[in-house]
């Protein structure tokens, strides 16, 4: 999960460059208004590019000076998280071999990282105080740096990226796709996450993408999914106000149903984050992913997985893999391959160190986890007793309300982090499904 729940604030009355209808329809959400805005700029890189009037590397160039400029509008001094990041990237590739780099770069960035975020939790449980909303939009975009910075030590290392260096040559002009990866405006703020590799042949063929009304007709369909996800959001906001269902109430139906909704308003919050995130990246000409059998031009090759696939997922590992797609892949590749150990809980502890080390989030990702586990043991015992049409459609429906509900308990301790969601989680009747999974991890 990104880091986006801590970004969301008002608007302060002294931001008066932005535009009314855009700002309410973010509601209040700087993040996805930046993301907004940076849209159009994106298109205006798109269509210099198209054009021939930029080279690859005065593309790149481009890409990296959009950063700069975002990082500092929205995040004023503490942009400099930012570029200590990218200049730690460059200083490791000049200095260290390839075969140590990856090493160095995960651990210190994990470091730097996670620095910040003990001093964003000594401000709100030490000092009682609100962190910076500029500080909040750093940190984000400092987890989806390490990912960047991450996955492109680890390919140096494994030799599916060459060392610009490797040849003897020390023109530093070569560092400059290195610098466009790690700080490039289309992915500053919101991911998805791609490899280096990938990200720079994007750039390099946009001027052989797919026809311009194809190219708006994709980009205008994936604003108008994330109008959608926003609608929903509200349409949920509200439904919470009303009487319906309390979170208190000693029905079992209606304290379950509520955290249930809670859960969904605030997915349907990150799956906005997400799809307005590719509609940057897209409108940059990023994320051309060729033309299908049929002709068709295909634009999803940034992509973080589509929210309707992802909720009618019926098993909770599957919803694991469909989340956040490309973080998904990302942990997987980091940590998952990489353990002797429990690769599965390390994974989740890795996950939940990236995130924060908040309390809500350790024990979220503590639970989904666990009820990975017990669902991998729960099928395995149950697929050879699946010998009829029926049953297996029970058996879907099923997992599938019951991974609806595991995931509510998980959404819900990590968006609100702090010990007052773990309190609220215990105090409601949702809890008995995590324990269940706890159960089958036992019995099983």
């Known amino acids: 999960m990104h880091h986006i729940s801590s970004t969301r604030t008002h608007f302060s009355s002294s931001s008066g460059l932005v535009m009314d209808p855009v700002r309410l329809f973010c509601g209040g959400d700087p993040q996805l208004f930046y993301q907004f805005v940076s849209i159009a700029f994106a298109f205006l890189f798109y269509c210099l590019g198209r054009q021939g009037h930029l080279s690859v590397i005065n593309r790149h160039v481009h890409l990296t000076l959009g950063g700069f400029i975002l990082a500092v509008v929205t995040m004023g001094p503490y942009s400099l998280l930012l570029f200590f990041s990218a200049v730690l990237l460059l200083l490791l590739i000049c200095f260290i071999h390839p075969v140590h780099i990856h090493y160095w ?14 001093y964003i939790q000594y401000q709100l449980y030490w000092l009682q105080e609100t962190p910076d909303l500029r500080l909040l939009l750093a940190t984000s ?3 989806l740096m390490t990912q960047r910075v991450s996955s492109l030590s680890l390919d140096l290392q494994e030799g599916t990226v060459t060392s610009p260096f490797q040849s003897g040559s ?25 490899s280096f590799n990938t990200f720079v042949e994007s750039v390099k063929q946009m001027s052989v993408t797919s026809p311009l009304s194809l190219y708006l007709g994709r980009l205008a369909s994936k604003m108008l999914q994330v109008v959608v996800l926003v609608w929903i959001k509200y349409l949920l906001k509200e ?20 955290i249930w909704i809670l859960s969904l308003q605030l997915k349907m919050n990150y799956y906005a984050h997400w799809k307005v995130s ?7 000409g990023i994320g051309f992913h060729g033309y299908s059998h049929s002709g068709k031009s295909s634009w999803d ?8 696939v992802t909720e009618a997922s019926s098993r909770p590992s599957v919803f694991a893999r469909q989340w956040n797609r490309t973080t998904a892949a990302w942990l997987r590749r ?13 994974t989740f502890g890795f996950s939940a160190w990236w995130h924060g080390l908040h309390p809500g989030q350790i024990l979220g990702f503590f639970i989904w986890a666990v009820t990975v586990q017990g669902d991998y043991k729960m099928h395995h015992f149950l697929l050879p007793k699946l010998t009829s049409k029926w049953r297996k459609w029970l058996y879907v429906c099923l997992n599938w309300a019951y991974t609806q509900l595991t995931i509510s308990c998980v959404v819900v301790c990590v968006e609100l982090q702090s010990l007052e969601s773990v309190k609220l989680l215990w105090s409601s009747y949702i809890a008995v499904f995590p324990l269940l999974s706890v159960l089958m991890i036992t019995i099983l």
């Open 334 to 346: 980091m940590v998952f391959k990489r353990s002797n150990r429990s690769p599965l809980f390390m």
């Open 105 to 118: 770069m995960l651990g210190l960035q994990m470091c730097w990282q996670t620095c910040w975020h003990l």
């Open 278 to 284: 590719e509609c940057v990246n897209n409108a940059a």
């Open 170 to 194: 020390r023109d530093l002009f070569v560092l400059i796709p290195f610098l466009s990866y790690s700080l490039n405006f289309p992915a500053l703020l919101g991911g998805p996450h791609s």
């Open 141 to 143: 975009a400092l987890m």
């Open 301 to 308: 090759g940034f992509s973080d997985g589509s929210p309707w």
């Open 239 to 258: 439904l919470l106000k009303l009487n319906v269902f309390i979170v208190n109430s000693p029905c079992i139906c209606q304290n379950i149903i509520w």
